[in-house]
């Protein structure tokens, strides 16, 4: 369990840093979908489900990807 908290902490590769804010993009949107005060058809709210599924799923991986710098193999 430290060692996820410890990769959370850790710094995140730019790449994965706009992965991770595109994943916050899509969980957002998948929630405004699924919280809209009118009825919309099945098929808009299925759509908005897995978009806050998969943004989210996509937002977790991102920010748990580090970057490890390798050591000398000489030393």
């Known amino acids: 369990m430290k060692k996820i908290i410890?990769?959370?902490?850790?710094?995140?590769?730019?790449?994965?840093?706009?992965?991770?804010?595109?994943?916050?993009?899509?969980?957002?949107v998948?929630?405004?979908i699924l919280a809209a005060p009118i009825a919309l058809p099945v098929v808009v709210t299925s759509i908005g489900g897995y978009l806050a599924v998969a943004g989210g799923v996509v937002s977790a991986v991102s920010q748990l990807t580090t970057t490890t710098e390798?050591?000398?193999?000489?030393?």
Do not use: E, H, M, Y
């Open 6 to 28: 410890n990769r959370a902490k850790a710094p995140t590769p730019k790449f994965f840093k706009v992965l991770r804010n595109i994943g916050l993009a899509l969980a957002a």
């Open 30 to 32: 998948g929630g405004t």
């Open 70 to 75: 390798k050591a000398d193999a000489t030393q």
